[in-house]
C-alpha cells in the first residue's frame, strides 16, 4: 500500500492519490540502500518534516489548521516546522507565535511515499514512486517573501529525503482509521526554504508554489517573542 502527497511548506500539502502515496514527510538510511541523488543539509529536515505533518491526529494538526492555532504543536529544538495545505491548492492565513533565533523550514513543492512494513518494499522502491511526480522538473511558481522581500536564491532548494520511518495515527490526516500504522520506508522530494535565525518582533512570511496544476498561497503572522 503506498500513498502519494504533494506539499507546499511553510504551512502546505497538496495532494493525495490512491493507492497510499503522495505526491506534494527515527530520520535515517538504512543500512546499505544507496543516498538521495540530490543530498544537502535539507534532505534529514525534509524527512524530520513528514513525520512531524503526518504523526500528528487530524484533529489537531497543522496543516488541517486554517488560523494556526496549532503551529506550535510538537514543535522543539533550533528548527520549526511550518504547514501549507493538504490535498488541495487555494490560499491560507495563519497567525503562528515563535521563539527568537529559531530557524523555519517549510516546502513549497514536495511529493512522497510511504510503505507499511509488512510490504518490505526497498527504499530504492519508494524513491522510485516519488521520482513519478516528477517534483524537481515539473515545479513552478516557486516564491518566498520575508517582510515583502524576497529571499536569496540560496534559501530554497530541491532535496530528496533521508528515508525515514512514521506511525500514522488512527485519527491520521487522511480521513482513513483502517490507515493507521507504522510505515518504513518513506522518502520524500521537494523544494524547501529555510528562514534562519528570525529575530523579535512582527513579521510577514508568504511563499507560493504550484505542482501537477495546483497552486497555494500561504501567508504566516509571525510574532516572534524575545
Known amino acids: 500500500m503506498k500513498k502519494a502527497i504533494f506539499a507546499f511548506i511553510s504551512a502546505s500539502i497538496l495532494l493525495l492519490a490512491a493507492p497510499l502515496a503522495a505526491s506534494a514527510s527515527s530520520v535515517g538510511t538504512s543500512a546499505g540502500a544507496a543516498g538521495p541523488a540530490v543530498a544537502n543539509s535539507y534532505s534529514p529536515l525534509a524527512a524530520k518534516w513528514w513525520v512531524w505533518a503526518l504523526s500528528q491526529p487530524a484533529s489537531s494538526n497543522p496543516l488541517l489548521d486554517t ?14 516546522f511550518l504547514a501549507g495545505l493538504f490535498n488541495t491548492g487555494g490560499s491560507v492565513t495563519r497567525s503562528c507565535t515563535v521563539p527568537a533565533h529559531i530557524d523555519l523550514f517549510f516546502p513549497l513543492a514536495n511529493s512522497f511515499d510511504i510503505e507499511p512494513q509488512s510490504a518490505h518494499e526497498t527504499p530504492a522502491f519508494v524513491r522510485s514512486v516519488v521520482a513519478q511526480a516528477g517534483v524537481q522538473n515539473g515545479a513552478s511558481n516557486l516564491t518566498v517573501t520575508f517582510d515583502g522581500s524576497a529571499v536569496g536564491p540560496g534559501v530554497v532548494k530541491y532535496e530528496e ?43 510577514t512570511l508568504n511563499f507560493t508554489g504550484t505542482l501537477n496544476g495546483q497552486t497555494i498561497n500561504s501567508t504566516y503572522a509571525l510574532t516572534v517573542t524575545p
Open 161 to 203: 529525503s533521508s528515508i525515514f520511518k512514521v506511525a500514522l495515527p488512527t485519527d491520521n490526516i487522511f480521513g482513513d482509521p483502517t490507515l493507521a500504522g507504522v510505515y518504513e520506508p518513506g522518502a520524500d522530494a521537494g523544494y524547501y526554504a529555510l528562514i534562519q535565525d528570525v529575530l523579535p518582533g512582527t513579521h
Open 67 to 80: 488560523t494556526g492555532s496549532q503551529c506550535a504543536n510538537q514543535q522543539s529544538g533550533p528548527t520549526w
